[in-house]
């Protein structure tokens, strides 16, 4: 059988989980959302800077592996 201190538990325990996701929808109301144009073109600098780190890397490393070959025991 469940003991009252363990419904107390339980219900304080349901209370708190609602409260929750009572504040969650309201905060969800308050986002400022971007536009549409603001969001793709972010994005695009986003893919742009990432592909110039690659090819910066890349290159690194090909310069990296073109100097170490000119060490002996290779």
């Known amino acids: 059988m ?5 419904t107390v538990k339980k ?3 349901i209370k708190a989980i609602t409260s929750y996701f009572k504040g ?5 109301g308050k986002i400022n ?9 972010e994005t695009l600098f986003v893919i742009a800077i990432v592909a110039s780190f ?3 890397i890349y290159l ?3 310069i990296f592996k073109w100097i170490l070959g ?5």
């Open 11 to 13: 219900n304080d325990t």
């Open 2 to 6: 469940s003991t009252n201190n363990e």
């Open 70 to 74: 000119f060490i002996p025991g290779n």
């Open 24 to 28: 969650v929808r309201a905060e969800w």
């Open 60 to 62: 690194m490393d090909i």
């Open 54 to 56: 690659t090819i910066v």
């Open 33 to 41: 959302w971007p536009e549409r144009q603001q969001v793709i073109l």
